[in-house]
């Protein structure tokens, strides 16, 4: 789950570890727990999503004609 091409395993794992992290900020009994919480749920929710276009693109056929 490094570098290279994703798969739909990791994709689904990271987004299983940002909703963990969204529940785990809302759930925090202060407010610096709280902050670190949306640090990390950030941090995963970027690389989620960046994952998860590539995977998209790299499955998807390639344009047809002069794009």
Known sequence: M???RP???EVRLLATL???A???SALAPGI????????VTGC???WFIAR?????Q???DPPCGDG
């Open 2 to 4: 490094v570098r290279g």
């Open 7 to 9: 798969d739909g395993r």
């Open 18 to 20: 940002t909703g963990l």
């Open 22 to 24: 969204i529940l785990g």
């Open 32 to 39: 610096g727990l709280a902050l670190a919480g949306l640090v």
């Open 44 to 46: 995963l929710s970027i």
């Open 52 to 56: 998860a276009n590539t995977l998209v």
């Open 58 to 60: 790299l499955h998807s």
